[in-house]
Nanobody, 124 residues
Framework: QVQLAESGGGLVQAGASLRLSCAASGVTFSFYAMGWFRQAPGKEREFVAVISWSGGSTRYAGSVKGRFTISRDNAKNTVYLQMNSLKPEDTAVYYC?????????????????WGQGTQVTVSS
């Protein structure tokens, strides 16, 4: 079981940037694809981005493509989400998740471990 801990959320104005971090422990981090999801109040949790075990492949939701960048440092057991040009509609709790294997999953059911989440609030 992977233990995940997110950090880096906060309150920012529209157009600003934030970088989320997710520290993993408990297993060999580099075996797993890692993803970011988010959940806004009253909405379903949605896929944001995923990165392969090596970091060589990524996939993004259309709503964040070109603004968000997912990356990972396997030596530090950490995955990042750089969020630029933030919009009020990006406001949500952001969750880090470990995939069930190395593939570029986008469905939450394919992620076996989750962090506690970090709040991102973007004001207009």
């Amino acid at each position: 079981q992977v233990q995940l801990a997110e950090s880096g959320g906060g309150l920012v104005q529209a157009g600003a940037s934030l970088r989320l971090s997710c520290a993993a422990s408990g297993v060999t981090f580099s075996f797993y694809a890692m993803g970011w999801f988010r959940q806004a109040p009253g909405k379903e949790r949605e896929f944001v981005a995923v990165i392969s075990w090596s970091g060589g492949s990524t996939r993004y939701a259309g709503s964040v493509k070109g603004r968000f960048t997912i990356s990972r440092d396997n030596a530090k057991n950490t995955v990042y989400l750089q969020m630029n040009s933030l919009k009020p509609e990006d406001t949500a709790v952001y969750y880090c998740a470990a995939g069930s294997g190395p593939s570029l999953y986008t469905e939450s059911a394919d992620f076996g471990s989750w962090g506690q989440g970090t709040q991102v609030t973007v004001s207009s």
